[in-house]
């Protein structure tokens, strides 16, 4: 304890006399509260853009009450005879699915920036519909988000580096690593103190900058308390592999530019080299199908279903929609154009094209399944893929949104149909009873305790080499 | 002197193992760069002249009314250059294909990124990120060093001693490791111009343009490193710097630029922007009447110039012209707003030109997308003339409607491939290299402001090496 004691004392004294380290925990620190703050200003603009629907949204409906009643001109007083007609509805106040940000995506922002977070639900569906993408610079998603998870992922490993490579070799240059031998019974437990002690250091600064983090978070929705420890569990899982990295290459007991270089080569290689073979790999393996096949089913259903004869495409409809037998009228039900021939056409052709969809789907669960096994190696990717999940903006989140809207837009298109098959008009009451998007969105803070396995591991193998080679010396 | 000091330094490069063990994986991540490269490419270009053969051949061999034909439409789809392959650039953050339809003025769909996950942003193995990423680092290896250990093995005092000036020792340092990086590099670049001017010669003077940008890059990156190494105390500190430099420059500063200029000219949200156009197109802009105000206007004109009193006693179909009438100004407000939007992304654009004179990392970044066609303005670029094409597409249908039959609002006239094949495919031919280059002047001239700069600090970084 006495030796613990005396290396910490020493070692706070050595950091309190080294300006350079100062200043490179200072400036670390400084662009951990930029990341946040950029992050931040990313998130708040999509919350602003939702807002903004939402109240595009309420003035519809008021525009639309206000159709009920405006009656001052012929064409109004027809307008407003029409006003509650389903299919009108569906044009004037189509109900919106909106995916709010999760406290964490200020510092997580993922792949929120790429997809849609928003979406008009219409009764029909277009599978080729890329109406919501959001606009933006491609160069500014080609560069990527500033956020916190980058400057932890990328620039936190440099700060070991730089406080961790000269740990055995300074005691060696400076000419005290004799003196150490002759005096300390155990050379490698002083150098696991040292070590500690600037573990203790990043502990420390990272600790502050993510409680940083979690108020500008907790700013714009509300952040629980057992995310905030699962953000700091990954982070301490991060640190503690890159200085088993550290730990590993100091066992070499090389110059310190030598240490240097080999952690930077580490760096390199977890950052750029292992991620960018790596997709290139997945691009190799599963390309992304060009959907051309897809755009050419999708026109020759329509052009093909609009052909069938009325009855047969409203038997179609009848055999999978039963539920709204009630309404079947055979004399109607036999002409081109009628209601239940629109709506039997939509149903037809979208099942027809959902059908083939899927089969692109699938390649592409294909594809991301394979990148998702592929970062389970790759500690630095494995760490966004949870920061992503842990704040709800990885790609899951968005599939997972993608189908809370597709079964919400089912809901709405039978909604519809009840009022459309019946003949039936919505009154301005019942325009305030519609149905609503809900998302759930739950944190499988299970998957995510399981994730960080996978960085443990690679601690604890980093840390069994380091063992090895301490022995072997 | 010169001579001898550059030769030194190149034959104790030679000496050092790692260094020739990093210029083998160098060169094998470039094969492997260069081979996925090339198969990511050739698919992509298979499937994309397959995808255009099929909807050119599903469009000709078509019977079916004029407007029915513009509500099938068809799809363009971007072509890219061999020279993609080297840098895919924003490839996977742009849309592939555009869709032609009527009453419906499209974006680019089907970015890559939007079918991926977060691993996409850790960015690809291509030729460009080795030769922007890669091999900066390989040049700190190599520079580091190269005045900081004469003076930690006290060979400065020597050398100055026998008369060697300060300014031929950073001419000389400079000069080896240029030649070192050159030996490593050029032959790659003529491995390039030699599959371009094989494959595609006409892309020659970019790919020449591309390689000499490059080396340029090289020259300004080995200078700056040679004077770290200089101005250094240690080779260690000298190090520390060059990887901070590096970080700083290459990693963090082009995420920072981007992401303040997104915050300078923010955009409009997709929302808005549609809910604009719908406005617009129902209500009208600048001063213009609602869609009914336009429709009698139009209506009215056309009776007017056929001397008739009702559409049904116009020796045309109305129905076709008032749809082009339509057409005409959904052009109006899409370009009116689509305009806009563009204007802000250009700004953006100009914010990391200007920046490119802060960060010689932006300005290599640019041209070298800008040489392989994978960068924003190429990108508009396609747009804009799938746009065009797109009107002129649905003008030619909503015309033979209208003066092919002379019935008003019936929809049973149709055409057959006869009239089909007269509508011709669409061709895009990108941009000659003068224009990618007016487009990226500031780009162009940051890289070479860089070179003229640290190049003509030779001789006062010269002064202030210290001999201890």
Redesign the interface.
Known sequence: MKLFNTIFHFEWIQLKRQKTQWISLFVFFI?GC?ATY?GH?TIQ?QNL?LT??QQ?YNQDHVLTLQKFTDTLTAETKAQAAQAGMAQIINFRMPPLALDHPHALATLSI??RD???Y?Q?VKSSVNY?D?????????????????DLA?VLI??LP?LII?LCY?TYAEEKEQGTYALLSIQASNLTTILNYKLLFRLTVVLGLVLLLNLVGFAVAGQQTVLSLSSAMLWLWLSLAYIAFWFAICYFFLQFKRS??VT??QL?GAW?FF???L??????????KH??P????L??YQ?HVS?EVWEMKPIVLADSFNRYNPQYNSSINLAKDSTKNGERFIAGYYDLSERKVARFAKHIDQQ?VQ??QM??Q??VINP??QL??LF?ALAHT???DHQNFKQAVSRFQKEWKHHLLRYQLTGTYFTPAELKQLPKFKLENDTNNLSIWMGSLSLWIGTMLFLMLSLMINKKN | MIKVIAFNEIRSALRNK?MVLLSIIFWL?IV??TF??F??YT??DQ??E??KA??RK?WVEQKANPHSAAH??T?L?KPFSLLSLFDT??N??????Y?VEAHHQA?M??????????????????IA?LLQ??LP?LII?LCF?SVSKERENHTLKLLYAQGLKPSSLLWGKIAGNYLLIGFITIPAFLIMLLAVGLKEPSLLARTLAFSICYLLYFLILISIFVYVSALSKS??NA??TS?GLW?FFC??L??????L???WY??????????AIETGTKEGINGDKDRMGRYKDYLSQTLAKYKVDSASQLPINFDGLNMQNGEDYLTKVYLNYAKE?EKK?EQ??FV?QVLAFIDPFLSIQQLSMAYAGT??EH?INFHQHAQQYRDEFIRKLNFKMAYGDKNYLKYDYQVGPDFFKTMHDFEYQQPQLGWALQKHQYALYALLLWLAVTLSLVPIISKKIAIN
């Open positions: 662009i930029y950029a200003r603009k853009v903004k629907l595009q993922g792949q790429v997809n849609p928003y008009k080729l890329q109406e919501n993408v959001e606009i933006s610079n491609p160069a500014q998603l080609f560069a990527g988000n500033f980058f990328y620039l440099l730089t000269p310190s530019i240097a270089l930077i390199l950052l750029i080299l991620p960018s073979l790596t997709n290139s790999y997945i691009s190799l390309p992304i060009l959907r051309a096949s755009a050419s026109r052009e592409l594809k991301n990148a998702a592929l970062a630095s990717i966004q893929y992503n990885g790609r899951n | 790692t991540l492997v760069a996925g490269g198969k990511n698919l992509a499937n994309r397959q995808a099929m909807f599903e099938f439409g799809y789809f650039g924003l996977n953050y742009t849309g592939t294909s869709r974006e769909n089907y970015a890559a990124a939007q079918d991926s996950d977060t691993e996409m942003r850790f960015g690809e193995l291509t990120s990423l890669f680092l290896f060093q080779s260690k190090l520390l990887l970080v990693v963090m082009p995420k920072i630029v981007t992401g200029a997104n915050n923010s955009l409009p949200s997709r929302g808005a922007f549609n809910k939007v992304i953006q654009q990391q960068d924003y990108h």
